[in-house]
């Protein structure tokens, strides 16, 4: 009596474990899409919150107009030469921010904020401040990152941060925009 397997049972073998990768690639794929863009929504609010401690301590300094209608879905104000800017190096370098080193092509860098999704550095991308009423005693300061929804590469995810019913494209400067 031979000892082993035949090819027919090798096959069957082969074959299950084929169906098995089909269906669990997906899976692992959008699971890891997901944990990519929590990662990006996390960096997005730990910035916003530098920026905002930030904006506390030069409180008296800034010279922004106030800005009476806020609306909390919409990060990419169509005039946002009513805020005082910063970009997210320069929190980095007043220690408002603070980053492990990053991996970029091989290379590591220091003080860098890589986007999870795209890779690229967030370093030069620029947080808006200003007020969100005009009630000296009840104001509050509102950070957030220019044009914020560009930094996703998903047409779904980028819907979801402009808060758009209907679809959206990329207008012809790569900015998300709704339809």
């Known amino acids: 009596m031979k000892k ?8 069957a073998v082969i074959a299950i474990l084929a169906i098995l990768a089909i269906i ?6 959008g699971v890891r899409n997901n944990v990519l863009k929590n990662t990006l929504d996390t ?3 730990t910035i ?3 920026a905002a401690d930030y904006a506390y301590t030069v409180m008296n300094t800034l010279k922004t107009p106030v800005v009476t209608a806020y609306d909390e879905k919409a990060h990419d104000y169509s005039d ?8 997210v190096g320069t929190l980095i370098e007043l220690n408002f921010l603070t980053v492990n080193s990053s991996h970029i092509n091989g290379e590591v860098k220091e003080n860098v904020i890589l ?3 795209t890779q ?5 991308l620029e947080v808006c401040m200003r007020f969100d009423n005009d009630n000296a005693m009840n ?3 509102v950070t957030y990152i220019i044009n914020q929804c560009d930094l996703y590469n998903k047409k779904a995810d980028a819907k979801e941060c402009l808060g758009c019913s209907g679809s959206v494209k990329q207008n012809s400067n790569g900015h998300w925009v709704c339809e």
């Open 24 to 29: 669990i690639t997906p899976t692992i794929i």
């Open 139 to 141: 104001r509050k300061i």
């Open 120 to 124: 690229e550095s967030m370093n030069d």
């Open 115 to 117: 986007n999870p999704v």
């Open 43 to 45: 960096k997005i609010k």
């Open 48 to 50: 916003n919150e530098a």
């Open 4 to 11: 082993g397997f035949t090819l027919v049972e090798l096959l």
């Open 80 to 87: 946002n030469s009513i805020c005082r800017k910063i970009k």
